[in-house]
């Protein structure tokens, strides 16, 4: 079984910036793509990004521009960059694992979730 930790969301003010982290450990297989989701109260959890273990990335429209994901194939962790925080930022961010080296296939794993909530 594949364990995801998220760390660093927190409280943060319109414009400002966070950075999340994942670590993955257990059956984690390496090469395997990871992202970031999120869910807003009373909304539908939604994709935010994903990362590929070469590097290869892709980010939803709502956030380009402003978010960049990374990762750290040595220790298996990867990163949220959010930049330029909007109030409609502010929700519950999960990590992902996803299911083979791509970035469009299904999700293996999901972390707790972090939350990010970003004030006017």
């Known amino acids: 079984q594949v364990q995801l930790v998220e760390s660093g969301g927190g409280l943060a003010q319109a414009g400002g910036s966070l950075r999340l982290s994942c670590a993955a450990s257990?059956?984690?297989?390496?090469?395997?793509?990871m992202g970031w989701y999120r869910q807003a109260p009373g909304k539908e959890r939604e994709f935010v990004a994903a990362?590929?273990?070469?590097?290869?990335?892709n980010l939803a429209d709502s956030v380009k521009g402003r978010f960049t994901i990374s990762r750290v194939n040595a220790n298996n962790t990867v990163y949220l960059q959010m930049n330029s925080l909007k109030p409609e930022d502010t929700a519950v961010y999960y990590c992902?694992?996803?299911?083979?080296?791509?970035?469009?296939?299904?999700?293996?794993?999901w972390g707790k979730g972090t939350l990010v909530t970003v004030s006017s």
């Open positions: 257990g059956s984690f297989f390496s090469l395997n793509a």
């Open positions: 992902a694992a996803y299911k083979g080296i791509f970035l469009f296939v299904p999700v293996d794993s």
């Open positions: 990362i590929t273990s070469g590097g290869r990335t």
